[in-house]
């Protein structure tokens, strides 16, 4: 039935197994699965029990060939002509220190060389996938498309069709909604075949522009719901992006990258000789459902953080001083709030926009210059930096360092900035640096990190407020040239981080429009959302659990002069599920307020062990609208210390930490909300937080919640 593969190789990777299949024409193609069920894997995949079609872990397209048939086009630019005349030319193994690899090398019928690269680190849940294409051509080339990762034959344990056995994840986002996961079957987005396998079917999704986190994160998972088997991946990439779900046959494929030609206006030019490496993907799979293999995915991140500058390992609290001051932050209202904050356990005090504002200007259009305004400082920055680091703090400051307002100075050097068809790309009254320009990167190295260094800020937040969209003008196209100035941003950013090697740096766009592996990888951690104080944060909070590190999420814990005691524990609880950032009122606090906070930042200076390193499980029952929450949220997480991160493995967890929010028209379970406690978690109830009525117990292999009304909180800590 169909192309019958035979077993090319196969490789172990920590308990992740590497298979690698070669079909009758000498097509490639790879898959991943749970080591110890490699054997049954490929049993089902060499035998006759499924059509199989020709198909390539490489999937790409030269300009020139032809595009796939059977009508294809807009829906899919996988199994092109160049895609099908990939041929195996060589396969390697080895190790470089602690990293495994393999080399997969194919040609296609213009002798052009393609090689994907799967790497391992010891103690890593997952694989890194690239692929690296050399023109061996006389002549120059242009690729209109070329995959990161290609997976094939899901699921190689069914047999058949997989009729009613797939199940397909994403993770959608938009600005203060951040993270939302979806699960749909095949068959729900008609991902089977008709009557023949003459025509392909895809879902091809993505985001477009500079903000890879603004439709969807760059996630995608395939679920096996007969044998429990879930493959997922994560794109570590800056600028436009798609993954896709394909389907021709008995066999799902799963793919992804930089977004194609037609999805994403990328075309890349490739002189002779001369080579062009794709995004890298992060892979893994695993027995269980999407959040474990979320888990998994996010891990993988773990290992930017072990060189973290100075005491970030301790997740020290910050406070943010914009939802206080609006964007109007002086050094007399910077005096009066780090009065109010001196003494208590925390450890960055950041400085946000409006620093540079001219009179008579808001300063959400005038960022660019960065001049420090002198009626805002009228002694000078570093006298209130200076006074910041005086009562305890590191001081820190935000830049919004790629982008200028219209009412900003240098908004009129056109030239500087990037480009659409001729004319400078604005959107509503911003404009995009053009970081490609050595100009423009002298202009920002004296005003970025003239400002730190002359300065003596130890902390900065890089914030980005509008997307570039398509792309701009370059000589290849817009994506290509969109590509490009992301990766010119990203030059200078670690070139902030080299002229200052213990600066702590916080990922913002927005809130949460770059929550993606490559700019987590530079930054300590990241503003979760701009979600600033709706009763919206522990959801979003919570389900970003599954996209970055807790301990990288920045959590805005907003504080107002009329909360209640029992708002005051539903704000600061949410914050308990990442790196806690205070705001808010705090000039104007009264006693009783004050004391629910203390007993808060003293509670998440107990349980950041339990943030830092750990496990989640995820207990939602909540929706479907997030401007009215009903029904409750619980978010589990299992501490193990920095050992292994599986569940399984986690023989002595050290503590647990779970946080419920309550919301309305809660389900009612004789008065109480019961929540599961895995095996491996400890049942002794340590310390409580809440600000209300509602009561916890626990009960055998179950945490027992009694809410004491609508919208309220509690976190237990549990050794």
Not at 187 to 192: G, I, M, N, P, S
Not at 357 to 383: C, I, Q, R, T
Not at 575 to 599: H, N, P, T, Y
């Amino acid at each position: 039935m169909g192309n019958r593969r035979k077993l090319l190789n196969s490789y172990t990777f920590g308990d992740i197994c590497a298979l690698y299949f070669k079909d009758e024409e000498e097509h490639v193609t790879f898959i991943p699965v749970p080591a110890g069920l490699e054997d049954e894997a490929v049993r089902i995949v060499t035998g006759d029990t499924k059509r199989l079609h020709e198909d390539s872990l490489i999937q790409a397209k030269l300009v020139g060939d032809a595009y796939a048939g059977a009508y294809a086009q807009g829906i899919t630019m996988r199994n092109s002509d160049t895609s099908m005349s990939l041929r195996f030319a060589g396969q390697e193994a080895g190790k470089e220190g602690e990293t495994a690899f393999v080399k997969t090398t194919l040609k296609d019928n213009h002798n052009n060389c393609y090689v994907n690269y799967i790497t391992y680190r010891s103690g890593d849940y997952a694989l890194t996938s690239k692929t690296v294409f050399r023109n061996r051509q006389d002549v120059p080339v242009t690729l209109e498309y070329l995959t990161s990762f290609s997976v094939t034959e899901l699921s190689p344990f069914l047999e058949g069709e997989s009729t009613n056995a797939l199940k397909l994840s994403r993770i959608r986002s938009k600005w203060s909604h951040e993270g939302k996961p979806e699960t749909f079957s095949a068959e729900d987005v008609l991902l089977e075949d008709a009557w023949s396998t003459y025509q392909p079917a895809s879902v091809r999704y993505g985001s477009l522009g500079s903000m890879p986190v603004k439709d969807f994160f760059p996630f995608g998972a395939v679920t096996d719901e007969v044998s429990g088997v879930t493959w997922g991946a994560f794109l570590a990439i800056e600028s436009s992006w798609e993954m896709e779900f394909y389907r021709k046959d008995d066999a799902l494929c799963f793919s992804g990258g930089i977004a194609d030609r037609e999805f994403g206006h990328w075309m890349k030019k490739i002189a002779p000789g001369e080579s062009f490496e794709t995004p890298e993907a992060i892979l893994t799979v695993a027995e269980g459902g999407v959040d474990p293999v979320c888990q998994r995915l996010t891990h993988y991140n773990r290992r930017f953080l072990e060189n973290t500058p100075g005491n970030e390992k301790d997740l020290p609290v910050l406070f943010n001083e914009y939802c206080t001051t609006w964007g109007l932050p002086s050094h007399e209202n910077i005096m009066k709030i780090t009065d109010a904050l001196k003494g208590r356990p925390i450890g960055y005090f950041m400085i946000d926009c409006g620093w540079f504002v001219e009179e008579g200007k808001h300063w959400g259009n005038a960022m660019g210059d960065y001049v420090p305004s002198g009626v805002l400082f009228p002694k000078g920055l570093k006298y209130t930096v200076d006074c910041i680091k005086e009562k305890g703090f590191k001081p820190g400051i935000w830049f919004e360092i790629d982008n200028a307002g219209k009412d900003a100075h240098i908004y009129e050097k056109e030239e500087w900035f990037l480009k659409r068809d001729g004319i400078t790309l604005t959107t509503g009254g911003r404009r995009f640096f053009d970081m490609r320009n050595p100009e423009v990167i002298s202009y920002l190295e004296k005003k970025v990190i003239g400002c730190l260094k002359e300065n003596g800020f130890e902390y900065m937040k890089m914030d980005y407020n509008d997307n570039i969209g398509i792309g701009c003008d370059d000589e290849d196209s817009p994506g290509e040239g969109l590509r490009k100035d992301r990766e010119a941003s990203l030059a200078f950013v670690r070139h902030i981080k080299e002229e200052l090697p213990d600066l702590i740096l916080e990922n913002c766009a927005s809130g949460g429009h770059k929550l993606e592996p490559l700019m987590m990888s530079l930054c300590s951690m990241a503003s979760f959302s701009d979600a600033h104080e709706t009763e919206l944060i522990p959801v979003v909070a919570g389900r970003l659990h599954r996209t970055i590190l807790p301990r990288q999420s920045q959590i805005w814990a907003v504080i107002r002069k009329d909360d209640s005691l029992k708002r005051i524990a539903y704000t600061m609880a949410a914050a308990f599920l990442g790196r806690m950032c205070l705001s808010g009122d705090v000039i104007d606090l009264s006693k009783e307020q004050w004391e629910k906070i203390d007993d808060g930042l003293s509670f998440y200076r107990e349980v950041v062990p339990v943030i830092r390193d750990g496990f989640t499980f995820f207990y939602e029952n909540y929706g479907p609208s997030e401007k009215r929450l009903s029904g409750y949220q619980a978010i589990l997480r299992v501490g193990n210390g920095g050992k292994k991160l599986l569940p399984e493995d986690v023989e002595e967890a050290e503590g647990a930490l779970a946080v419920i929010h309550i919301f309305r028209e809660v389900p009612d379970y004789d008065g109480s909300v019961s929540i599961p406690l895995p095996d491996i978690c400890p049942k002794k109830i340590r310390r409580v937080y809440s600000g209300s009525g509602i009561s916890v117990r626990v009960t055998g292999q179950r945490l027992i919640v009694t809410p004491s009304g609508e919208m309220e909180a509690v976190a237990v800590h549990l050794v």
